[in-house]
Every structure is written in C-alpha cells, then in structure tokens.
C-alpha cells in the first residue's frame, strides 16, 4: 500500500503544476489563445487565474489571480488537496482573462 500524502507536507506539487502548464499550453496551441483558466477549491471558492507557481512548496502551491482592479494585486497560497477542479475555457473577447506560462 502506498503512503498517503497529505497537504502541508512535502509533496508533488512541482510536478503537479509542471503538468497544469502542460495542459495550459496544449490547449492554447490547439485553440490559439491564451485560455481562461478557472480553480475551484474544495472549499466552494473559484478563481481565475493568471498565474500558478509551485512555490512555497511542502505541499502548498501560489495561485495568482485575475484582479478586479487594475492596480490590485493579491495570491493565495492554497494546499495542493484543496483543488476541486481546473477548468480550461477560451476566454471572451471582451474579458481580460488569460493565463501567463512561463518564459
């Protein structure tokens, strides 16, 4: 039986995300653009994000998200076991969603 991995403890979250920006940037190759990317967490919040980076690290992951206002700028630092769902959708026109990969 393998161990169980909680959140909060040294886990996979630099492969879980390398593989999030995978997915990212497969679905804006075959689509042409940058996708909106919505998290629901277990918790019942979601957000669209801009940004997720596997930073601190032990298990917790930064998501940054799309702000309201201009200059706001605000991240979460979320356990890995708290994603309930990531959805990748092609962003309206008129929305200023889309999701940063990495250089």
Do not use: N
């Not at 920006?21 to 019942?44: H, I, K, M, N, T």
């Not at 997720?52 to 630092?77: Q, R």
């Amino acid at each position: 039986m393998s161990e169980l991995w909680l959140p909060g403890v040294s886990g996979p979250q630099d492969a879980f995300v390398s593989r999030v920006l995978q997915r990212v940037q497969a679905f804006a190759e075959q689509y042409g653009s940058q996708p909106r990317v919505d998290v629901d967490l277990r918790d019942g919040a979601t957000v669209t994000v801009r940004a997720i980076s596997p930073e601190p690290g032990f298990g917790f992951v930064t998501l940054t998200p799309h702000a309201d206002a201009e200059d706001a700028v605000e991240e979460w630092i979320v356990p890995v076991g708290a994603f309930g769902r990531i959805t990748l959708s092609l962003a309206e026109e008129h929305e200023p969603f889309g999701f940063s990969l990495p250089e």
